[in-house]
């Protein structure tokens, strides 16, 4: 789909860029566009520790000057400790950020070019924070919009899946943000100072994976900016906006389901990206026209009909053949005024068979599984599941007679016996074609040390029989007749989830006492509703940064097979940008591998390895500043053991060299 460059806004835009005092005395860098007029206008904010001045730059042009241009003034802000502000950065949504936040929101609505009104938008980290901010209820925030984030730190983000540590974005985002973090500011923006700055900064980085790996039940920690713990916190009008092939779209049906605040819910088939960009999967859509309609309404009390839509505003893909890339898929989006919808029925399907089922997976199930956060990068989505379903035990439904469609988290009921103390259960639901061949459409994950509750770690008596049910992710698909519905079993998914240790045993299934339950959705009342259309994308002028061609690229993704030992070699090139000019003359380079490899027998053998490597230039400065990093995590029957080093150089001289290596027990995962 086109994307329509903007050529003329109702008003004229200005920037500037300031520092925001904090009560403190620390400065938070701002970067500010406002429309011409001598009328105060409300405020947008997004608040991130992802860089104004250079890794977000491009993103941000397309949209804060847009809003400025329609009559918001739209401000982007660096967290503290991160890119041009002061400070020292600390963990993910501590309670100094959210304190800042609190500050910066106070301090826009009393600008005098305010109107006193203000509303926050971002997505994923931007995303958390701003629901996080609305649950602080500060007097000034009417609105917000909340892209891709999640209202439950624990088990709907990055650490965490159904009581099972992730191995794959726990330590890939961790990796990633230490990386991020040893960035130094930018003498374009702070002067002299930068490189002290930078020196502090790095003194007290500690990386998160300790944090994350020393928590592994759902306890305070994770509480800590979790809305779900008390949805009535929140005031502030909230447009919750997910993609099926986002991890976090779950948040978009509980906020739905559960704000008492003004609410309306938005589920597009897009990735981890705004649903303007355009990039895979399709169709993109005009969100920054429909963000418009959500702040006009609630910031300037114009009544442009958001109200008035359905609750939830979804879109049901059809069925289509497996691949790793879609530029767009078929489908139509479809409303409910009400979650859970009078037009969804949890819809149970025995599964056949009464005998005992052994579930004895490989520790390499799993290997097809694609991203966890899928960025609309070639290889991100899961391929033919063929294989996979080959490494599982799978329960197939006859042919369909007729189209079966289904919206919200499919849930399953397992009576399972177990001969050890610790393992997992992971349910993969796909849709079969005639020629076999099998598209993932949802999953889920159960620790079954955590079928008590997530709060707690309690070990299998083992050879007991329990009943477990969990919830799958939600989705909406259309199962179309002549297919077949499929559960897969399995014991193991590397590298998305850490093996317990004995988890090689697998357990074994009661097939006659399980089932799978699908949210069947009636479509029959949608003929009577009206159509849910969305205007075509348009954005703001590009900002006009050049991508020099890297020449030959190692491979998005790939699987090595060593056939005589049994090893599976998974390397992952996460694409997050390369190298970049922008026109004020900054050259930026980046360059991320991810490695995971276990052995196909040893739960034990896993391990995890994530190299960084950043660079920054100026040429016209003189300045060249060089951060590298390597992350890795082994595992024993009782131990995590991670490893962590950072090596900075200012031009040729060796600024900053630190190692920690720690020993975190396995309490859960």
């Not at 079928?451 to 909406?476: C, K, M, Q, S, Y």
């Amino acid at each position: 789909m086109h994307i329509r460059t903007a050529e003329e806004f109702p008003y004229r835009v200005q920037r500037e860029d300031v520092r925001i005092p904090m009560g403190d005395g620390v400065q938070l860098y701002a970067r500010i566009w406002r429309p011409v007029t001598d009328e105060p206008v409300p405020v947008l904010l997004e608040y991130l520790p992802y860089r104004l001045s250079d890794w977000t730059a491009p993103r941000d042009a397309q949209r804060h000057p847009w809003y400025a241009g329609h009559g918001y003034a739209s401000v982007r802000v660096d967290v503290r400790g991160h890119g041009n502000s002061g400070g020292l950065p600390g963990d993910e949504y501590d309670e100094t950020e959210l304190a800042d936040g609190v500050a910066v929101i106070e301090w826009l609505a009393a600008q005098p070019w305010s109107s006193g009104r203000v509303g926050m938008f971002g997505i994923s980290w931007g995303g958390f924070n701003s629901l996080q901010l609305a649950a602080r209820a500060p007097e000034a925030l009417k609105a917000i919009v909340t892209v891709c984030s999640a209202d439950d730190r624990y088990d709907n983000d990055v650490h965490y899946m159904g009581g099972s540590v992730l191995a794959v974005d726990m330590h890939a985002w961790a990796s990633t943000m230490l990386a991020f973090v040893s960035r130094p500011p930018d003498p374009a923006q702070v002067g002299d100072a930068w490189r002290a700055m930078w020196r502090e900064r790095l003194e007290s980085v500690d990386p998160f994976i300790h944090t994350w790996l020393a928590h592994q039940t759902r306890d305070a920690y994770w509480k800590h900016g979790s809305v779900c713990e008390d949805y009535g916190a929140v005031r502030a009008a909230v447009l919750a906006v997910g993609g099926w092939h986002d991890p976090y779209r779950d948040t978009v049906l509980r906020l739905v389901e559960h704000l008492d605040a003004p609410v309306r819910g938005l589920i597009g088939p897009w990735s981890h990206q705004y649903p303007d960009r355009g990039l895979p999967p399709g169709p993109a859509i005009g969100f920054l026209q429909e963000t418009l309609r959500w702040w006009d309404h609630w910031l300037k009390d114009r009544d442009t009909g958001v109200m008035t839509e359905p609750l939830l505003r979804s879109w049901i893909s059809d069925s289509h053949p497996p691949a790793t890339v879609y530029p767009e898929l078929e489908g139509r989006w479809v409303g409910d005024d009400a979650w859970p919808s009078p037009a969804v029925t949890m819809t149970p399907y025995e599964l056949p068979g009464s005998g005992p089922v052994p579930v004895r997976s490989p520790q390499h199930t799993g290997v097809d599984a694609g991203r966890f956060f899928p960025f609309g990068n070639d290889s991100d989505l899961p391929p033919d599941q063929r294989e996979e379903d080959g490494r599982s035990v799978c329960f197939d439904s006859a042919p369909l007679d007729g189209g079966t469609e289904i919206l919200g988290r499919p849930r399953v009921r397992l009576r399972v016996t177990c001969e050890v103390p610790r393992g997992q259960v992971v349910a993969r639901v796909c849709d079969v074609a005639p020629d076999g061949s099998s598209t993932l459409v949802t999953r889920g994950v159960l620790n079954l040390a955590a079928r008590h509750g997530r709060d707690r770690a309690v070990d299998w008596e083992p050879g007991a029989t329990e009943d477990v049910t969990f919830e799958l992710n939600g989705i909406g698909h259309a199962f179309p007749p002549g297919h077949r519905i499929r559960l897969a079993l399995s014991s193991a998914y590397w590298p998305w989830i850490w093996p317990q240790p004995g988890s090689e045993a697998g357990w074994t299934l009661d097939p006659g006492a399980s089932a799978l339950e699908l949210p069947v959705r009636d479509p029959s009342g949608d003929a009577s509703r009206p159509a849910i259309r969305f205007a075509d994308p348009e954005q703001a002028e590009p900002l006009g940064v050049a991508y020099p061609d890297s020449g030959d690229q190692r491979p998005e993704r790939l699987v090595v097979r060593d056939v005589a030992t049994g090893e599976w070699r998974l390397e992952v090139d996460p694409r997050y940008g390369g190298t970049r000019i922008y026109p004020d003359g900054l050259e930026f380079t980046e360059d991320a591998l991810e490695t995971y490899v276990i052995s196909e027998n040893d739960p034990l053998s896993a391990r995890t390895r994530s190299d960084w490597s950043i660079r920054l230039r100026r040429p016209g400065l003189g300045w060249d500043a060089r951060v590298t990093t390597r992350s890795e995590i082994t595992v024993g029957a009782t131990d995590f053991v991670t490893t962590n080093e950072v090596v900075c150089h200012d031009g040729e001289s060796e600024l900053f060299r630190r190692s920690w290596e720690r020993r975190i027990p396995r309490t859960a995962g």
